[in-house]
C-alpha cells in the first residue's frame, strides 16, 4: 500500500489551497476528488468574488479554479487524482477509494478532509416531481454542461446561493419569476438582493413553496405567506406559472467520512448542523486528521481557502517539525479580520461553542459620506452593507475611496479625489458602483453602470430606464459602451437629471408596456395616450387613469409620471403641478372611521 505524507479528500478551494501550502514546505500529497477536475463548486461560480485582493477578490470564481488547478498540477510534490471517489477511511489513516472501477487503497501520515457540503432539502407536495432541483444541481447543469433545465424558475431561499443562481439565470436567458424567503428578511448580501431586484425580480419575503402543480413535471407552484413560526397563513396561497423549482435553504457538512476516520462530531446549527470538533488550527479530535471549508462550517469560498491553509501549516509543522508560527499566527489573524464583520456573528457564535474564540480585529464602521461635487464625472457608492471586501479600495489608482483596516467598514468615496475613470465599477462584485456627471444647464444627466448581459446596447439606442425594484422611471439614450476583458462592461446613458438616483439599470424596450403605476396596474402606453388625447393637467391625468390612487399614494411613481408628463409637453417637471396631497397619507381601514374616536 502506498504511503504519502499527506492525503487530502476532495478538491475544492480548502483541498487545492492546502496542497499548494504543502508543497511550498518541502510536503508532497495527494489530492483526492471524484470529479474529472478539481476546484469543487468553484468551477460552477460565474460571479466575481469579495474578499481582498489577496484572496481573489474581484475574480469569478471558475478563474480562480483555473489559477489554482494550473499552479497545482505542475508542481511535482502534488499528485492528483480525478474522479476518485473516496468511499471509506479506516485505521491507520487508510483510504479507500474507487477510480476507473477498481478498488484503491493508500495511507498518509496527515490527512486533510475537505468534503464540503451538501444542499438541504425542503418537503412539500409534490417535491419529488421532476422539474424541481437544488441550486447547486441547476448551477452544474447550466455553467459546466450547457444544459438549461427550464425557462421559468421560482427560487426557494434568498440566501447568497439563491440570490447569485437567480442572477446567472437571468444572464442565460431564463425568466426567473420570484425568490420567495420564509424568513421577514433577505439572507444573503444587500448588493446581490439589489441587482436582482433591478432586473425586475420580485422577492417576497414571509414566503414560502406549498406545492408543485403538475402530473409528470412541474407545471406551477403554489406559494403562501407565512407567519413568524412558518406556518401558512390560511388565504394568502396563490399559482405562480413556472416549469423549474429551484431549492436553495442552507448547506449541510458532509461527515460521514471525518466520523469514519474517528473525529468526534457535534451539533452546532450556526455552522450549519454537525460538525467534526476541531481546534483553531483545524486539527480534529484525530491527532492526525484535520479539516478545512464547508465541513468545517458554511461560509464563502475564501474562508475555506485560509481554512486550508492553516491545516496544512500545522500539517506541515508535524510532518517536517519546522516553525511555521508566524505564518500560522498570519493566517489566523486574517480568518479573524473576514469574520469580524455583522454577517459572521452566527460563525462567531458556533465556533464559541466549540471552545474557539474569534477576536474582533477592528470594529467594522459606517463610514461617513464626504461631500459630493455635483456636475463632476464621478463615482457613485451603493454599498451600504458591512459585507467582507475592499475591491473598490484597492482598485482605485487615485486613493478617492477609503474602507479602512476592518474591510467589513462600508466603503466612503472622496469626489475631489475621483476621476470617474471607472475602474472601481468595473471591480466591483456586488456591481453597487456606477458612474454619473450631472449636466444642470441641460437638465440632463450621464449615467454609467455596469452590465453582464447580452447582447450589448449601441451607441445611440433608445432604451428603459429601470429602478431599484425593476420598475419603468424614463427613457434613457445610450451614449457609450465601455468594454472590459472581464466581462463587466459599463454602459453610458443619458437621461433626465431628475432621475440620477432613481435608474439603476438599462433594458431594451418590451413589446408589452411596462407598468408605471404598480397598485393600480397603469401602463406607460395609457398615460401617454391619456396625454397625447390632450391632457396635461396631473390632477386630470390622475382622475383619468387613476395614477398614484393606489395604497402608495403615488410614492413610488408619482415623480415616474410627472417626467413622462415633461417629456410629452416639454414643460419642465419643476413647473408643472405635482396636484394635492389628500388624507390619509397611508393606507387605512374603513372600519376605523366607522368605529370613531376622541372628539376632543
Known amino acids: 500500500m502506498k504511503v504519502y505524507q499527506s492525503a487530502i479528500v476532495g478538491g475544492g478551494p480548502a483541498g487545492m489551497m492546502a496542497a499548494i501550502t504543502l508543497a511550498k514546505h518541502d510536503v508532497k500529497s495527494v489530492i483526492l476528488d471524484e470529479n474529472e477536475n478539481i476546484g469543487g463548486q468553484l468551477v460552477k461560480q460565474t460571479h466575481k468574488f469579495f474578499g481582498d485582493h489577496a484572496h481573489y477578490a474581484s475574480t469569478r470564481g471558475f478563474e480562480i479554479a483555473q489559477k489554482l488547478e494550473s499552479e497545482i498540477l505542475k508542481n511535482e510534490k502534488i499528485k492528483v487524482e480525478n474522479n476518485a471517489t473516496v468511499i471509506g477511511i479506516y485505521p491507520n489513516n487508510t483510504i479507500v477509494y474507487v477510480k476507473d472501477g477498481k478498488e484503491h487503497k493508500i495511507q498518509a501520515k496527515k490527512l486533510l478532509i475537505a468534503t464540503g457540503a451538501m444542499e438541504k432539502q425542503l ?13 447547486g444541481a441547476v448551477q452544474t447543469l447550466m455553467n459546466e454542461y450547457g444544459i438549461m433545465p ?35 428578511r433577505i439572507g444573503g448580501y444587500e448588493v446581490h438582493a439589489n441587482k ?12 414560502t413553496v406549498v406545492k408543485a402543480i403538475g402530473d409528470e413535471s412541474v407545471k406551477g407552484a403554489v406559494i403562501a405567506k407565512v407567519d413568524d413560526k412558518f406556518r401558512t397563513i390560511a388565504g394568502t396561497q396563490r399559482e405562480v406559472v413556472v416549469d423549474t423549482i429551484a431549492i436553495s435553504v442552507g448547506l449541510t457538512p458532509l461527515t460521514e467520512l471525518a466520523e469514519q476516520a474517528g473525529c468526534e462530531v457535534k451539533f452546532i446549527p450556526e455552522l450549519g448542523g454537525y460538525v467534526p470538533i476541531r481546534n483553531e488550527r483545524m486539527k480534529t479530535t484525530n491527532e492526525d486528521v484535520f479539516i478545512a471549508g464547508d465541513l468545517s462550517s458554511i461560509e464563502e469560498a475564501t474562508t475555506a481557502m485560509i481554512e486550508g491553509k492553516i491545516a496544512a501549516l500545522e500539517m506541515a509543522r508535524e510532518i517536517n517539525n519546522i516553525d511555521v508560527e508566524d505564518e500560522i499566527n498570519d493566517e489566523l489573524k486574517t480568518l479573524a479580520l473576514f469574520r469580524s464583520g455583522p454577517k459572521s456573528v452566527k460563525i462567531r457564535t458556533g465556533l464559541e461553542k466549540m471552545g474557539i474564540k474569534t477576536p474582533i480585529i477592528a470594529k467594522p464602521v459606517i463610514n461617513e459620506e464626504k461631500k459630493d461635487i455635483v456636475g463632476k464625472l464621478r463615482a457613485v457608492l451603493e454599498c451600504d452593507e458591512e459585507i467582507p471586501c475592499n475591491s473598490c479600495e484597492a482598485s482605485c489608482p487615485f486613493g478617492a475611496i477609503h474602507i479602512g483596516e476592518n474591510l467589513n467598514s462600508t466603503p466612503v468615496l472622496d469626489a475631489t479625489k475621483c476621476t470617474g475613470c471607472a475602474t472601481c465599477v468595473n471591480a466591483c462584485p456586488g456591481l453597487a458602483i456606477f458612474v454619473m456627471k450631472e449636466d444642470v444647464k441641460e437638465g440632463m444627466v450621464t449615467l454609467g453602470i455596469p452590465y453582464e448581459l447580452l447582447p450589448l446596447p449601441q451607441k445611440g439606442q433608445k432604451m428603459w430606464g429601470l429602478g431599484k425594484e425593476g420598475n419603468y422611471v424614463c427613457d434613457v439614450t445610450v451614449e457609450k459602451i465601455v468594454k472590459y476583458p472581464n466581462k463587466t462592461n459599463i454602459v453610458y446613458a443619458r437621461l433626465p437629471i431628475e432621475f440620477k438616483d432613481s435608474v439603476r439599470h438599462f433594458a431594451f424596450p418590451k413589446k408589452e408596456s411596462p407598468i408605471v403605476c404598480r397598485c393600480e396596474e397603469v401602463s406607460l402606453e395609457r398615460i401617454e395616450k391619456v396625454i397625447d388625447e390632450g391632457v396635461t393637467d396631473f390632477e386630470e391625468l390622475k382622475r383619468l387613469t387613476r395614477v398614484t390612487m393606489g395604497p402608495c399614494g403615488g410614492k413610488n411613481c408619482k415623480l415616474v409620471v410627472l417626467g413622462i408628463l415633461s417629456r410629452k409637453t416639454g414643460i419642465p417637471i419643476s413647473e408643472l403641478s405635482h396636484g394635492t396631497s389628500r388624507p390619509p397619507v397611508k393606507p387605512v381601514e374603513f372600519s ?3 368605529k370613531g374616536g376622541d372628539e376632543r
Do not use: C, M, T
Request: charged letters at 15%; aromatic letters at 8%.
Open 592 to 594: 376605523v372611521f366607522e
Open 123 to 135: 418537503p412539500f407536495v409534490n417535491s419529488d416531481l421532476p422539474g424541481v432541483y437544488g441550486a
Open 196 to 207: 436582482i431586484k433591478r432586473l425586475g425580480v420580485p422577492i417576497l419575503l414571509n414566503h
Open 150 to 184: 427550464g425557462k421559468r424558475f421560482l427560487i426557494v431561499g434568498s440566501g447568497n446561493i439563491g440570490l447569485i443562481l437567480a442572477y446567472q439565470l437571468i444572464q442565460a436567458g431564463v425568466e426567473v419569476r420570484a425568490i420567495v424567503e420564509a424568513l421577514g
